[in-house]
């Protein structure tokens, strides 16, 4: 990946969760990150 790639992507992911925490004060952010721990634990135990 190069560096232009690597500053849109992240810029894109940044205008994304300040987006989220403006229009719905971080709901989406909150719920995603419950899903990321399930999912973690979930693997762990299939490990």
């Not at 719905?24 to 995603?32: A, D, K, V």
Request: glycine residues 4%.
């Amino acid at each position: 990946m190069s560096n232009t790639l690597a500053i849109i992507r992240g810029l894109l992911i940044t205008i994304a969760i300040v987006a989220d925490v403006i229009l719905t004060g971080s709901t989406n952010i909150i719920f995603l990150a419950k899903k990321f721990t399930d999912m973690t634990e979930w693997l762990a135990f299939w490990r």
